[in-house]
């Protein structure tokens, strides 16, 4: 294997720690602290820190029509997906909302087919079955819980959260080809960062800066290097330079690091119901994501002239 593969495969795998950790330093920074309010001055760091490089590059700012893209993607990313993601965290735990965010691949399987697009294939529908059967498997072990509103909240926040991603990755494919989607990312962070705070202090969900703890602002900086900024460049880099299919494989492997990272630093429960419902649900995911990957190549295949 070549250094730089291996380089590549490190940067992989630096994404499936990071990004898995992450739904437990949300969680943790969440805990004193309201969620959009946090989310908030997340966004806020990172985009700064993102827009500043940029501009320190000598990049433009966007102009005229460019602002579209990057205002709706900020609003579906950001906003909802981001914004409720945390809000979700909040109510249910790291490792439960972990693996609702792996079924944003399942949303966007169906949003396509209602849309009328690609006859999605039977096999694919299996997936589908299987990854919210086993979200029914995990929440078998919270059925305590079928009456606490705030952590069905959390479940369907969660889902509504995962379902927006799905929209703003298919307008990326569809209609962002004249912009660079990282290049913009550090807007849309900022703007969503603003509006989100906006929207918390007017709902009267903030509390002063001043009483923040130093333990949320350790979590919440940890979340701006680590997560938004080290884990984005780590999986660019290996987006470049590895097969998409393998690239595509961190989903799978978040949610368990999520569910063994909040079991041992923040002791969430972690059954195995909970683990088989997990397992269950990645392989409905990975049985959709590889449906639609042989789908893609046979259509590829049926298209190419004869020589």
Known sequence: ???????????????????GISWVGTKEAVRYMPSFQMVGIRQILAGLAYVIFFLIRGDKLPKGKEWRPILLLSFLNFMVSNGLATLGVKLTTAGVSAIIGALFPLW??????????????RIAWLGILLGFSGICIIFYEHLKLLFDFSFLGGIFIGLVAALSWAF????????????????????????????????????????????????????????????????????????????????????????????FAG?????????WIILAGSAVTLTG???????????????????????
């Open 1 to 19: 294997m070549q250094a730089t593969d291996r380089k590549a495969y490190l940067a992989l795998l630096v994404v499936c720690i990071v990004w």
């Open 108 to 121: 966007l399987v169906i949003i396509l087919t209602l849309r009328g697009g690609s006859r999605i294939p």
């Open 168 to 259: 703003g990755t298919i307008y990326t494919k569809e209609f962002a080809h004249s912009f660079n989607p990282y290049h913009s990312i550090g807007w849309q962070m900022l703007i969503s960062g603003v509006t989100l705070n906006i929207f918390a202090t007017a709902t009267g969900q903030t509390i002063p800066l001043v009483d923040i703890r130093f333990y949320t602002w350790e979590m919440i900086i940890l979340l701006v290097i680590v997560s938004s900024i080290i884990a984005v460049l780590a999986y660019l880099y290996a987006l470049q330079r590895l097969p998409t299919s393998v690239v595509s494989l961190y989903p799978y492997i978040n949610p368990i690091v999520a569910e």
């Open 263 to 271: 079991f041992w630093f923040i002791k969430e429960r972690l059954t």
């Open 285 to 307: 995911v990975y049985i959709v994501n590889r449906a639609l990957r042989k789908q893609r190549a046979a259509i590829a295949a049926a298209t190419l002239p004869e020589s």
